[in-house]
């Protein structure tokens, strides 16, 4: 190899070590496991509006989840049927069978449980 080539790819190899590695951001936060929430039992953080499949065998077949700081709203719906709910952090709301508590709640995210047991 001759002295020309071997600096040059010493240079590239140097350049690339000095590179630094993107770490995720804090504002990169992981998606919440929304089909844990199935079953109707599941701990879920959300930072949006969020719409998901519920099991039939609660006659809903999907639940839609927003939020502001003063409450959540949750929308449930299904073949012929629809529902609605509102509540404030540290109250519950039950829908044929699921109870959803609003653990916390802010401007920016909130965190709910679901509960088949109420």
Avoid: H, W
């Avoid at 079953?39 to 989840?65: E, Q, Y």
Wanted: some cysteine; aromatic content about 6%.
């Amino acid at each position: 190899m001759s002295a020309r080539i071997r600096t040059a790819a010493l240079a590239v190899a140097a350049s690339v070590a000095l590179v630094p590695a993107i770490a995720p951001t804090a504002s990169a936060a992981a998606k919440p496991n929304l089909r844990a929430c199935y079953d109707g039992n599941c701990k879920i953080t959300i930072t949006k509006k969020v719409s998901f499949r519920i099991d039939p065998s609660f006659v809903f077949t999907k639940l839609t989840v927003s939020f502001n700081a003063g409450g959540v709203r949750v929308k449930s719906s299904g073949p012929g049927v629809s529902g609605s709910s509102y509540f404030s952090e540290g109250s519950s709301s039950t829908l044929n069978g699921i109870t959803i508590v609003a653990l916390s709640l802010s401007k920016k995210k909130a965190v709910l449980r679901l509960s088949t047991q109420g």
